[in-house]
C-alpha cells in the first residue's frame, strides 16, 4: 500500500560548502509536511567535512 497524505521526502544541502571549495557536499534526507509549510525549508546541522553547524536548505 502506498503512503497517502501531505508528508513528502525532501533533501537538504549545506550552503557554506558550495561556497567553501572543497570537494564533497553535505546532504541529509528528512521529511515535512507540504500543508504546514509549503516554502523551502532551512535546518541546522552537522557538516562533517567542515566540522561544524551549518545551515542546510531544502533542494528540488
Excluded: W
Excluded at 525549508?41 to 557538516?47: A, G, T
Amino acid at each position: 500500500m502506498a503512503k497517502k497524505g501531505n508528508r513528502v521526502q525532501v533533501i537538504l544541502e549545506c550552503t557554506e560548502h558550495k561556497a567553501s571549495g572543497q570537494p564533497g557536499t553535505s546532504r541529509y534526507i528528512t521529511t515535512k509536511n507540504k500543508k504546514n509549510t509549503p516554502d523551502r525549508i532551512e535546518l541546522k546541522k552537522f557538516n562533517p567535512v567542515l566540522k561544524k553547524m551549518t545551515v542546510h536548505k531544502e533542494i528540488k
